[in-house]
């Protein structure tokens, strides 16, 4: 039983109000919704009736608010006697793409380990999308993805940084060794690039666009590993791919990252 949704809970009674709760929460309306449906499925109660805009709480809901308290109460008073050198426990659960997950946990997950020994990390693999609505739904605690600016007010954001789109092939591809190349040099050459709503892919079809130009790929996939292989086998391949999905295997394979200009 997550305690946030308690939490939430007790707002709503104090309230009276979904849409109060989530603004004195900072949440949106309809993560307070999904909070309190959780726990409604949990308990196997309804704790609130709901007609129209209002909102009225249940015998059950009336009698579980001072289960609620006490839980939080307790939970509350267990973190204030917690300290600083303590080690935590228990688990998180994070969220992130598959190309990040091969790319950069391989780092992440020692360093988290060392750092909280007693804590289980637990790591999902999906699309941005779908993360969003694990997170929005309690089933994720954080999420690490590679997407345009995130600006919406029911999540919190601490961290973001800028990550390069590269244009990569094989070393032994004739365009590996040229200067001075540009988007249009490219047109013609067969592109194995991410499924369309992929990040970096439609960033990719948005600069095409914008120099009014029209790459179509012989083959659309979600693997980046997958196209890491196709290119290192066949040199004549191309892609698009993030800096750091390129790096991490750069030394090992060979691969070549092309340099465009504007």
């Known amino acids: 039983m997550e305690i946030r949704n308690l939490t939430t809970f007790l707002k709503v009674t104090?309230?009276?109000s979904f849409s109060k709760a989530a603004e004195a929460l900072d949440y949106s309306q309809s993560a307070v919704t999904v909070q309190i449906q959780q726990l409604e499925r949990e308990l196997g109660v309804q704790?609130?009736?709901?007609i129209g805009k209002n909102v009225s709480i249940t015998q059950y809901g009336k009698d579980f608010v001072a289960y609620a308290r006490d839980v939080v109460s307790a939970v509350s008073r267990a973190s204030a006697f917690a300290t600083a050198s303590a080690d935590l426990t228990g688990s998180v659960r994070v969220g992130t793409l598959d190309s990040l997950m091969t790319a950069s946990f391989s780092d992440?997950?020692?360093?988290f380990y060392e750092k909280f020994p007693h804590v289980i990390a637990n790591i999902h693999g999906d699309s941005v999308t779908r993360l969003k609505d694990l997170l929005i739904k309690n089933e994720l605690d954080l999420i690490y993805t590679l997407d345009d600016q995130l600006q919406d007010p029911q999540f919190v954001k601490?961290?973001?940084?800028?990550e390069d789109i590269v244009i990569v092939t094989n070393t032994e591809n004739p365009l590996a060794k040229r200067k001075n190349l540009k988007l249009a040099d490219l047109v013609g050459h067969p592109f194995v690039l991410m499924n369309r709503n992929n990040a970096y892919r439609d960033q990719f079809d948005r600069e095409l666009l914008r120099n009014g130009l029209s790459i179509e790929p012989?083959?659309?996939?979600?693997?980046?590993?997958?196209?890491l292989r196709l290119i290192w086998e066949n040199p004549e391949y191309l892609s698009v791919l993030p800096r750091y999905t390129v790096q991490k295997s750069i030394h090992e394979q060979q691969l070549a990252i092309i340099p465009v200009a504007d």
């Open 14 to 16: 104090e309230l009276k």
């Open 218 to 227: 012989f083959c659309e996939l979600e693997s980046d590993v997958l196209a």
């Open 47 to 50: 704790l609130f009736d709901r």
């Open 108 to 111: 992440i997950i020692p360093a």
């Open 158 to 162: 601490v961290f973001e940084a800028e």
